[in-house]
């Protein structure tokens, strides 16, 4: 089955750290540019990080910028979003979404992906 698969979250405190993995399985996700959202209950869905398929152009929300960090894992078929300095503010549902680029493109997605997953819930309390 071709999908992409998020993992990683969980309840962590304010200023804590999590990493979530984006998945891909039955496709080569080094052709893949990738985008992480977030989405928190009554709210609009938040672009929070993008990467290119060769991995060297990155993107951030102003509310990521210096927080969170993308990567990719080509060896695992995986995009990571490193989350540190969380605030209660982060607690969403994570997705990412993968759109087909070109290999070694630096290109970064628009509005349309490929694959979506189902997300991971991300809850910063004390």
């Known amino acids: 089955q071709l999908q992409v698969v998020e993992s990683g979250g969980g309840l962590v405190e304010p200023g804590g750290s999590l990493r979530l993995s984006c998945s891909a399985s039955?496709?080569?996700?080094?052709?893949?540019?990738v985008s992480w959202f977030r989405q928190a209950p009554g709210k609009e869905r938040e672009r929070v990080a993008q990467?290119?398929?060769?991995?060297?152009?990155?993107n951030y929300a102003d509310s990521a910028r210096g927080r969170f960090t993308i990567s990719r894992g080509n060896a695992e078929n995986t995009v990571y979003l490193q989350l540190n300095s969380l605030k209660p503010e982060d607690t969403a549902v994570y997705y990412c979404?993968?759109?087909?680029?070109?290999?070694?493109?630096?290109?970064?997605?628009?509005?349309?992906?490929?694959?979506w997953g189902q997300g991971t819930q991300v809850t910063v309390s004390s």
């Open positions: 990467i290119s398929a060769s991995g060297y152009r990155t």
């Open positions: 979404a993968a759109r087909a680029l070109g290999y070694l493109s630096d290109y970064l997605p628009g509005e349309e992906y490929d694959y």
């Open positions: 039955g496709f080569n996700l080094e052709i893949y540019a």
